[in-house]
């Protein structure tokens, strides 16, 4: 097959929509299918020709323009759009699949409109309750309103839908959405998840060997909840006084959070590293936990508990949209509320008990084989091949 995908977001723009189409192309590309990736230039010395480089990917990159309320985003320039549309239409496509609402979603509509390939389109993100964190000084019932009222508009503007949860489902059936949808998780590729040494992380970093250490991986910004995790470490700390928290991710909030952490004078338990090479360092960090933890409500699909589960460390999260997916019948996780006092609970007791942690351990591999891309991908393919057979 010859596959075109559309995004308003791609690395060096380091999130879960950016990691799942990367897992998207390279499982494709290594199925023997063509992929080519249209999705905003960040610019020179951002690094994106770094990444780039799955071996077969064609990726063209559009001239975009800063978005003054999430500068690290990107808008693609209606110009641009023009621009590449006949090179587009001139490709022989047989799947259009959008990955964002914004830019890239209407370039496929209009893609698909003129040449009558079948579209489909991954509904990553819960905006309703990610637009009032954006966009602060407006009525926050008024933007989910409009969040509700937007995305039944784009969803009817394609053929088919791929929701990573039936929970995510659930929302959109909510919302008034009638376009088919198949619940499809992205998952991981758990080839890229064997690796890490939490010993030679913690070594680099000065973290002593037998220091308690929690971690956790997410973009910084006020929807993920970082600071809910926060306030669980200052609960800690009187127990576990040398507790380490590692915070890897970076984002708009980064700010916020360590003016936080110094407000609650827990500055020696707190550590933030930014954006850590996925291949290599933040493999290490992950291994470098003894418990990692989340609690995001907001997600679509949680792979960063899946990674955490492929590396053997024992997680606690709470389980909300997609990460009540993830964790249904897990042995490899505990599950909390969102409750200070009962996530301290859940952790603390780890934290004693060298044994519950290392079943949780030896668990985590096994439940992670449920979101390999090698089983998933291919529900993604007969998707595609039924839509170009109904075409």
Request: charged share 20%; aromatic share 8%.
């Amino acid at each position: 097959m010859n596959i075109l995908m559309l995004s308003d977001v791609y690395f060096p723009r380091v999130n879960g929509v950016s990691t799942s189409i990367r897992t998207f192309a390279r499982s494709l590309l290594q199925m023997g299918h063509r992929v080519t990736l249209v999705v905003p230039d960040y610019g020179e010395g951002s690094g994106q020709d770094d990444d780039d480089g799955l071996p077969g990917l064609e990726v063209i990159r559009l001239p975009s323009r800063v978005i003054f309320f999430d500068p690290e985003d990107r808008l693609i320039r209606a110009p641009a759009m023009r621009e590449v549309l006949p090179k587009l239409v001139a490709g022989r496509w047989d799947v259009v699949h959008i990955h964002t609402p914004f830019r890239a979603h209407r370039l496929g509509v209009r893609l698909s409109d003129l040449t009558a390939v079948p579209t489909v389109e991954t509904y990553h993100t819960y905006f309703e309750e990610y637009i009032a964190h954006y966009l602060p000084w407006l009525p926050g019932g008024l933007l989910r309103m409009i969040a509700r009222q937007v995305s039944r508009f784009l969803c009817h503007g394609v053929d088919h839908l791929i929701v990573p949860s039936r929970q995510m489902v659930e929302v959109l059936e909510r919302y008034g959405v009638e376009t088919p949808s198949t619940v499809i998780p992205t998952g991981i590729d758990l080839d890229e998840f064997k690796g890490g040494d939490g010993a030679a992380f913690r070594h680099r970093h000065g973290i002593a060997p037998a220091r308690p250490t929690l971690v956790t991986v997410s973009r910084l910004a006020m929807e993920k909840n970082i600071a809910f995790l926060i306030e669980v470490v200052k609960r800690l700390v009187p127990e576990f006084p040398d507790l380490l928290f590692i915070v890897a991710g970076e984002g708009p909030d980064a700010t916020r959070l360590k003016q936080m952490v110094d407000r609650l004078g827990i500055a020696d338990n707190v550590r933030f590293f930014g954006n850590l090479d996925r291949r290599t360092e933040l493999l290490d960090a992950y291994r470098a936990g003894d418990v990692f933890v989340f609690a995001s409500p907001t997600e679509t699909q949680g792979l960063v508990l899946t990674e955490a589960m492929a590396l053997g460390v024992p997680v606690v999260s709470t389980a909300v949209m997609g990460t009540a997916t993830v964790l249904q019948g897990t042995c490899s996780a505990l599950v909390s509320g969102e409750d200070v006092a009962e996530f301290a609970g859940h952790v603390a007791g780890l934290l004693r008990s060298p044994e519950r942690r290392a079943a949780l351990s030896a668990a985590g591999p096994a439940d992670a084989m449920t979101w390999s891309t090698d089983a998933l991908m291919g529900r993604v393919v007969d998707l595609y091949q039924r839509l170009v057979d109904e075409g």
